[in-house]
């Protein structure tokens, strides 16, 4: 259950003129079990506690934030890094000219481009695979702290964004991407172009739906500042019926070598109602290259996801 409170009085103020109009506080939680060839059956649980404030001037712009705050077990255990300074915490502003973002979002590339997963997992296994990318593209590449300033806008059945993301340090360069989608109809299309310190990445992607199936393909190719260039191609589809949803998608990547790292993940989720879901997911990875060459892992989780 979503609770949204409504403010009798102001709750900011910008600039003496504006207030914030209400703040909304959802969240999610998810409890079960994860396992797989490198680890043993472990207890799985999640928190997720988001924010989101949004406000409007006297002359119509809208401003806010939104802030997750996220707390798994994993999180606790992990070393933070660069790359999390500004996880989970957004600002915007948005009007006729458009939506200016800043904090962590994503970049103009993966803005662009739709992913070939369709259900979720506790644990992400369907997503976790060799074969799998998020198209997150360069977004913190080279130690950057992933503070990245994107403005899109719509015109039509067409989208387009440009993002910049400002060295971090003075050493690392700036992380500059732009993105173009459009949906029509049951179909939809998308394409990105990011570039960092001699490093690039384009892509694209298409996406369909007939009924009960939806279906999505995408293709990256990686052009790093030096070593050999690294091409993605991605498929997925979802079949959705009455509170069940299934997803099967495949991924391979190469690197110019003689191997290629592939990979498959399956989700599958049945809602019980009242925001409760029973929660299933597979990923299997055939490493071709890397640390992992010439090994085959596998994981899988199952649990019972909340929203609130």
């Known amino acids: 259950m979503k609770r949204t409170l409504l403010a009798s009085t102001a709750l900011v103020a910008m600039s003496g003129a504006a207030y914030a109009q209400g703040v909304t506080v959802s969240g999610s939680a998810e409890m079960g079990v994860a396992g797989g060839s490198d680890s043993d059956a472990m207890f799985h649980q999640d928190v997720d506690v988001a924010f989101a404030m949004e406000g409007v001037t006297d002359a119509g712009l809208t401003f806010g934030t939104a802030v997750s705050l996220d707390d798994t077990k994993e999180d606790k255990k992990a070393t933070t890094d660069a790359n999390t300074t500004n996880g989970g915490f957004a600002v915007y502003v948005k009007g006729?000219?458009?939506?200016?973002?800043?904090?962590?979002?994503?970049?103009?590339?993966?803005?662009?481009?739709?992913?070939?997963?369709?259900?979720?997992?506790?644990?992400?296994n369907e997503t976790g695979h060799a074969g799998f990318d998020g198209n997150s593209g360069l977004d913190g590449n080279g130690g950057n702290d992933g503070q990245i300033l994107r403005y899109d806008n719509s015109f039509g059945d067409l989208g387009v964004a440009v993002s910049f993301e400002?060295?971090?340090?003075?050493?690392?360069?700036?992380?500059?991407?732009?993105?173009?989608?459009?949906?029509?109809?049951?179909?939809?299309?998308?394409?990105?172009?990011?570039?960092?310190?001699?490093?690039?990445?384009?892509?694209?992607?298409?996406?369909?739906?007939?009924?009960?199936?939806?279906?999505?393909?995408?293709?990256?190719?990686?052009?790093?500042?030096?070593?050999?260039?690294?091409?993605?191609?991605?498929?997925?589809?979802?079949?959705?019926?009455?509170?069940?949803?299934?997803?099967?998608?495949?991924?391979?990547?190469?690197?110019?070598?003689?191997?290629?790292?592939?990979?498959?993940?399956?989700?599958?989720?049945?809602?019980?109602?009242?925001?409760?879901?029973?929660?299933?997911?597979?990923?299997?990875?055939?490493?071709?290259?890397?640390?992992?060459?010439?090994?085959?892992?596998?994981?899988?989780?199952?649990?019972?996801?909340?929203?609130?």
């Open 96 to 124: 006729p000219f458009g939506n200016i973002t800043l904090g962590d979002t994503d970049g103009g590339f993966d803005w662009a481009l739709a992913e070939v997963n369709g259900a979720g997992s506790i644990a992400d």
């Open 166 to 308: 400002q060295e971090d340090g003075g050493s690392n360069g700036d992380i500059i991407g732009v993105g173009v989608k459009g949906g029509f109809g049951d179909f939809a299309v998308g394409a990105g172009y990011q570039t960092h310190d001699g490093a690039s990445v384009s892509g694209m992607s298409a996406s369909a739906t007939f009924g009960e199936i939806s279906g999505t393909v995408n293709f990256s190719r990686m052009s790093p500042d030096m070593g050999d260039n690294t091409t993605h191609f991605g498929v997925g589809a979802t079949y959705t019926v009455g509170a069940t949803t299934v997803n099967v998608n495949y991924g391979q990547k190469d690197n110019g070598s003689a191997e290629n790292n592939t990979g498959f993940g399956v989700a599958a989720t049945y809602g019980l109602g009242g925001g409760a879901t029973l929660k299933f997911g597979y990923g299997n990875s055939d490493h071709g290259y890397g640390d992992d060459a010439g090994t085959t892992s596998d994981a899988w989780s199952l649990g019972l996801g909340m929203s609130f």
